[in-house]
């Protein structure tokens, strides 16, 4: 089972581009990168999968290095309502159980 | 669409009681499971279910009951409640061969006096 390391916490402002990387060391080969996010009270929400280079969405890219060691979640022109705590997983699509970390606490200011 | 329903979504409980969290997915997805989430800390693993009929152990079982008669409804029982439950309980809901993509619940916050 891959180990993440992510930043405990991050601070940004309004309107700027906020990069969180997560660090997986010992990515297997079958493994995917997927991110969540959990607003306060509610329940983690899907944002992002991917297994290498770049994806994109509507709310976020994720980039992924060739190694796949680690990778960067990216969101664009970020607003207060992206105050969230982002979490990082990596595991393969078949395993049964996702394994959530402690996450990066993003705090937006205005 | 309703996605994952959870039901009480505030519950306050004595010592020694005993209580049902209901779960319950209009997505038809065969895999579900209940998580854990304690003040600043991820979600730890308590019961999953691959299918109706099939359930198993996560990381945190011990005084959890589950079953799965239905695909739909995953319910958690807490046998005899204690302190240390005090939590904030998620269910989820996924695709089998997609289970990175899950749907959560909106939790239930759960104090056991």
């Known amino acids: 089972l891959a180990k993440t390391t992510q930043p405990i916490s991050m601070d940004s402002y309004e309107g700027q581009e906020v990069n969180i990387t997560c660090s997986h060391n010992n990515i297997a080969t079958n493994d995917y990168i997927t991110w969540y996010q959990q607003f306060p009270s509610q329940g983690p929400r899907f944002i992002i999968q991917g297994y290498k280079t770049k994806v994109t969405n509507e709310v976020a890219s994720l980039f992924i290095p060739a190694d796949r060691k680690s990778s960067t979640l990216s969101l664009p022109r970020v607003s207060l309502s992206d105050t969230a705590v982002y979490y990082c997983l990596v595991g393969y699509t078949g395993r049964r159980a996702l394994t959530f970390g402690s996450g990066t606490r993003l705090q937006v200011q205005p | 669409n309703a996605g994952v329903t959870q039901t009480p979504k505030f519950q306050v409980l004595k010592t020694g009681q005993s209580m049902t969290l209901q779960c319950a997915q209009d997505?038809?997805?065969?895999?579900m499971s209940w998580y854990r989430q304690d003040p600043g800390m991820g979600l730890r693993l308590i019961h999953y279910?691959?299918?109706?009929?099939?359930?198993d152990q996560g990381e945190v079982p011990n005084g959890y009951n589950v079953s799965r008669s239905t695909t739909e409804d995953f319910p958690l029982r807490l046998l005899s409640a204690a302190p240390s439950q005090t939590s904030v309980y998620f269910c989820a809901s996924s695709d089998p061969g997609q289970l990175t993509e899950a749907f959560f619940g909106q939790g239930t916050r759960l104090t056991v006096v």
């Open positions: 997505m038809n997805h065969e895999y």
């Open positions: 279910s691959v299918g109706a009929g099939i359930t």
